[in-house]
Nanobody, 126 residues
Framework: QVQLVEYGGGRMKAGGSLRFSCAAS????????MGWFRQSPGKEREFVAA????????YYADSVKGRFTISRDNNRNTMYLQMNNLKPEDTAVYYC???????????????????WGQGTQVTVSS
């Protein structure tokens, strides 16, 4: 079992920046691939970004590429999402997710991940 807790949500004006953290409970954090997803009101949960166990491989949704950066610090059992140039359409509840890294390609599928955080709200105003 891995317990995940997100930190860093809030309200921001368009063009601003926010940084999320996702803290994991297990010392074997480094064996997990991690991802960020988000869900806006009335929409399905969608993929944002993913990172492999070492941080050497990342994958982004087209909608955030060039604006968001996913990273991790395995010594701190923590993953990050740096969000720059925020837009109103980035308003959502953001979730971190984890799956044991099998060495396969990173996945943008919600069903691929086994563990989820409780989510943290970001609201971007124009």
């Amino acid at each position: 079992q891995v317990q995940l807790v997100e930190y860093g949500g809030g309200r921001m004006k368009a063009g601003g920046s926010l940084r999320f953290s996702c803290a994991a409970s297990r010392r074997t954090f480094s064996s997990y691939a991690m991802g960020w997803f988000r869900q806006s009101p009335g929409k399905e949960r969608e993929f944002v970004a993913a990172i492999n166990w070492s941080g050497g491989d990342t994958y982004y949704a087209d909608s955030v590429k060039g604006r968001f950066t996913i990273s991790r610090d395995n010594n701190r059992n923590t993953m990050y999402l740096q969000m720059n140039n925020l837009k109103p359409e980035d308003t959502a509840v953001y979730y971190c997710a984890a799956v044991e890294d099998s060495g396969h390609s990173l996945s943008d599928s919600e069903g691929h991940y086994d563990y989820w955080g409780q989510g943290t709200q970001v609201t971007v105003s124009s």
